[in-house]
């Protein structure tokens, strides 16, 4: 766990397709930075956003 890769970037989500921060992990999980939840329509999917 010490290699360090991009820890933030953008994405959108799956279902709504709202973009929103997101904070990867090193499973390269996205989730939302400031919403532990997921995207406010419900939706826990998100893809990251292109360069
Ligand atoms: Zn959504």
Redesign the pocket.
């Known amino acids: 766990m010490t290699v360090q890769q991009r820890t933030r970037g953008a994405a959108q ?1 799956v ?2 397709g ?1 973009a929103m921060a997101v904070r990867i992990t090193s499973e390269e999980t996205l989730l939302p930075i400031g919403s532990t939840d997921g ?5 826990t999917e998100f893809r990251m956003l292109g360069e």
Do not use: T
């Open positions: 989500c279902d709504c709202r995207c406010p329509c419900g939706g």
